[in-house]
């Protein structure tokens, strides 16, 4: 059997958050799915969650109504942030690739310094991850490694009718420069 767990990666992204201090973490996401969902590992580490879900514009094609919605949700959250005096979260999380580059349109158009200001990380899959100045920190799911591995599976099994070792396939915890 192949296995896939979505929290493979989360191990090393709690080790990190704590290691800088992380208190207070801003996920956001385009639905309430529960694979990227973090507050309940990030509750019971002590780190608040707070959650911003955006809904795609119907106005645009994927991705872009995606990106566009994020950049207009992470917008006004720092708008209220400013206006409310309220410090802006340690961490924000795009628990998806488009989200993140509309975030990070965001931060760019309102001067918040990335990781100066806020860290951030993005769920994302390999060689499909958004356009950014500085390496993005990830969770990465790696599609052509997964194949492979699941290939590899079914020839075995094939060829043997049993498999010496089970994959669990997920994603890997990349640190980059926008989680420093």
């Known amino acids: ?6 929290n493979l990666a989360l191990p090393e992204f709690m080790k990190h958050c704590r290691a800088q201090g992380v208190r207070r973490v801003l996920q956001v996401s385009g639905s309430l ?7 309940t590992v990030l509750g019971e580490a002590g780190i608040r969650c707070e959650r911003c879900v955006v809904k ?6 994927m991705p872009s109504g995606f990106e566009s919605a994020s950049f207009m949700a992470v917008r006004k959250f720092l708008r209220s942030c400013q206006a409310e005096g309220k410090p802006l979260p340690d ?3 795009f628990s998806d690739d488009h989200l993140a ?5 965001a931060f760019a158009d309102a001067h918040v ?10 769920w994302a899959n390999r060689g499909d991850e958004p356009a950014y100045a500085k390496d993005l920190t990830m969770m990465v799911m790696d599609p052509r490694a997964h194949g492979h591995a699941i290939a590899k599976s079914v ?13 669990t396939l997920g994603p890997e915890y ?6 420093a």
């Open 56 to 61: 795609a514009s119907r106005n645009l094609p």
């Open 91 to 93: 961490l924000v999380f």
């Open 101 to 105: 580059a509309g975030g990070l349109w």
């Open 174 to 179: 990349v640190c980059g420069q926008t989680f």
């Open 33 to 39: 799915r529960k694979m990227a969902d973090l507050s």
């Open 155 to 167: 020839i075995e099994w094939l060829e043997k009718g049993r498999l010496s070792v089970c994959p």
């Open 113 to 122: 310094d990335v990781p100066g200001t806020v860290r951030v990380v993005t």
């Open 1 to 6: 059997n192949v296995s896939l767990d979505w």
